[in-house]
């Protein structure tokens, strides 16, 4: 095979792969664009249903705290330790599901601006 013949393979084959290359980032690009707005669609419903659930959760939090107050007033060497517990556990519930819901949507935010990094560094 001639060496201009091998140039010219090479030269093809290059536009070719650079030519699937800009359309693969096209497609990803188009794809994140479409998926962000979904993302933050969702970040916006879950951020008040987490204040829903801390308000909720605080009275009750706050009820189980006076109950075993009481009780730990009436019983109080054993009382006081499940007292403590109690009220550990009433504010871990309370603050466990905010961090974690949180936590979800700015991972989901963080894929989605990973992927379109990645589609614009290959564009």
Avoid: C, W, Y
């Avoid at 204040?51 to 054993?78: I, Q, W, Y």
């Amino acid at each position: 095979m001639p060496r201009n013949e091998v140039h010219r393979l090479i030269r093809e084959t290059r536009k070719a792969a650079q030519k699937a290359i800009i359309a693969s980032v096209a497609a990803v690009d188009r794809a994140s664009k479409e998926l962000q707005p979904i993302v933050d669609r969702t970040v916006a419903a879950l951020r008040p249903a987490v204040d829903e659930v801390g308000k909720a959760l605080k009275p009750l939090a706050d009820s189980t705290v006076r109950v075993v107050n009481d009780f730990a007033t009436a019983f109080r060497p054993a009382a006081q330790r499940t007292a403590r517990a109690a009220r550990r556990v009433a504010n871990r519930t309370a603050t466990a599901v905010g961090p974690v819901v949180a936590k979800a949507a700015e991972k989901t935010e963080a894929a989605a601006r990973r992927v379109k990094e990645a589609a614009r560094k290959l564009g």
